[in-house]
């Protein structure tokens, strides 16, 4: 994608609202990322997961995020002149994601700001929740983005 057709800092305003998903969560993938990344057995095995809290075989809180994550890439990441992002402010895993779970949501730009020490980049501030089918939130978070300004020159820089 050129440069000029990508989102740029000026163009993200407070409110805007970028889909995510849908997303199938099948039994394979949880397993597969919980061997690699969390091999806990709520994770691994249907029935350790059905004796758990968590009532079935469950995605692992950090499966949810990387799923999140390829929604976000997909939905606008790609289309933005971004930098990549200096943390996490937070993120919660409010209800399990267990097989069969659909998932979708949104991102929300929370607001925005040019930054202080790097000429030429902008910092925005996002909210993402994730439901399952049943509307309930899975998963909730917010970040700064890093994504450079357009008009550079503006900034000072």
């Known amino acids: 994608m050129r440069e000029d057709d990508l989102l740029h800092f000026e ?16 039994a394979g993938e949880i397993v597969a990322f919980a061997m690699e990344y969390d091999p806990q057995p709520m994770h691994l095995d249907a029935e350790a997961g059905r004796n758990s809290i968590l009532g079935g075989l469950a995605a692992s809180g950090w499966h949810t995020c990387s799923m999140m994550m390829r929604m976000m890439t997909d939905s606008y990441l ?22 069969g779970d659909v998932l979708a949501g949104e991102t929300r730009v929370l607001d925005s ?37 357009r008009t550079p020159e503006e900034s000072g820089a």
Request: charged share 25%; hydrophobic share 35%; no cysteine.
């Open 113 to 149: 700001r040019k930054s202080n020490s790097r000429p030429g980049i902008g910092i925005v501030s996002f909210r993402h929740e994730l439901r399952n089918q049943k509307g309930e939130t899975v998963l909730e978070s917010e970040n700064p983005i890093m994504l450079r300004l």
């Open 11 to 26: 163009d993200l305003e407070p409110g805007m609202v970028f889909p995510l998903g849908p997303k199938s969560v099948s």
């Open 78 to 99: 790609l289309r933005m002149a971004a930098e990549g992002a200096p943390g996490i402010d937070y993120v919660k895993w409010k209800k399990p994601v267990l097989v």
